[in-house]
């Protein structure tokens, strides 16, 4: 069972917007700004969306975007485009030097 | 541009030693920019960390694995290791060799990932 959950699955029809919710607890999501999200499409490696709970990496679309509140994160992403469909996942600093990911939301473009 | 190659035996059996390989190219792994970690992902399940060393030697390792597993770095080769023992079959996974960006609090998130190699421990 993973630290961090996240819903399973989510849909959006392109063009829409959805929000991937990352609930974690006051040991994590909620005592550092250190959120990170990743899109994951099978058989490729990882890559990092959002860092630092709302912050995107150099070439990351604006179409994607993270924000929190107490011990929850969310990743929100605008405009769906097919391209979008992937698995993301959701990851926190956990003190101690540790990290820790939630179980992953597999995202589906209508 | 950043890149990461793993490398290593795709099968094993129960009770052996796991040891992986990352080679890095676009960076030197003896400088401050990055750290370096381990990260795996066991068929139909989420992502798991595993270690992380900086070019210091600073290492840390996750709780529930840290009894079996060993991260280390060859800075002549600019490749970093991993050495995870006695093996079980919860130990199949693809395992992705990451670097990891410094922000300021040190470690941050996981901006470059290596293509992942599937690892299987079977009798």
């Known amino acids: 069972q993973s630290a961090l959950t996240q819903p399973a699955s989510v849909s959006g029809s392109l063009g829409q917007s959805i929000t991937i919710s990352c609930t974690g607890t006051s040991s994590n999501v909620g005592s550092y700004n250190l959120v990170s999200w990743y899109q994951h499409h099978r058989g490729k490696a990882p890559k990092l969306m959002i860092y630092?709970?709302?912050k995107r990496p150099s070439g990351i679309s604006n179409r994607f975007s993270g924000s929190k509140s107490g011990n929850t994160a969310s990743l929100t992403i605008s405009g769906l485009q097919g391209e979008d469909e992937a698995d993301y996942y959701c990851c926190s600093y956990a003190g101690s030097l540790t990290w820790v990911f939630g179980g992953g939301t597999k995202l589906t473009v209508l | 541009q950043l890149q990461l190659q793993e490398s290593g035996p795709g099968l094993l059996k129960p009770s052996e030693t796991l040891s992986l390989t990352c080679t890095v190219s676009g960076d030197s792994i003896g400088t401050s920019g990055h750290w370096w970690g381990w990260i795996r992902q066991p068929p139909g399940k989420g992502l798991e960390w595993i270690a992380s060393?900086?070019?210091?030697?600073?290492?840390y390792y996750s709780p529930s694995l840290k009894s079996r597993v060993i991260i280390s770095a060859d800075r002549s080769r600019n490749q970093f290791s991993l050495r995870l023992n006695s093996v079980t079959v919860a130990d199949t996974a693809v395992y992705y060799c990451?670097?990891?960006?410094?922000?300021?609090?040190?470690?941050?998130?996981?901006?470059?990932w290596g293509q992942g190699t599937m690892v299987t421990v079977s009798s």
């Open positions: 630092e709970d709302n």
């Open positions: 990451v670097s990891q960006r410094v922000g300021p609090r040190g470690a941050d998130a996981f901006d470059t």
């Open positions: 060393i900086f070019y210091t030697g600073s290492m």
